[in-house]
């Protein structure tokens, strides 16, 4: 399985509307990439363990390998992430990789 992270900073008075973000961007996400291979979609909020946590969401998309994340991202990424504005005032990380286990 091929993942993408998508981390949300939790800056110092940033903003972050949860409403907005699980009733409009998600399913835009799940629309878009849904017929091009995306096979899961989650999010979750880091805890507070020992002090503010580095970010505010952190969302995963799963897809069955690169090429098929690639192609996904390559025809939709603009229009997803043109939505981020509506939600955060923060600029997101993102990570990619092949997940593997022990």
């Known amino acids: 399985m091929f993942v993408v992270n998508v981390l949300y900073p939790n800056d ?3 903003k972050f509307d949860m409403d907005y973000y699980k009733s409009k961007p998600l399913p835009l996400v799940q629309e878009l990439m849904g017929p091009m291979g995306l096979r ?3 999010f979750y909020e880091p805890m ?3 002090g503010k946590p580095p970010y505010q969401v952190v969302a995963e998309l799963q897809f069955d390998d690169a090429a098929t994340a690639q192609a996904a991202l390559a025809k939709h990424g603009a229009a997803t992430q043109g939505d981020i504005p509506n939600f955060t005032d923060v600029q997101a990380k993102v990570i ?3 997940v593997t286990t022990a």
């Open 40 to 42: 899961g979609l989650s």
């Open 96 to 98: 990619l990789g092949t």
């Open 12 to 14: 110092p008075g940033s």
């Open 48 to 50: 507070d363990m020992m």
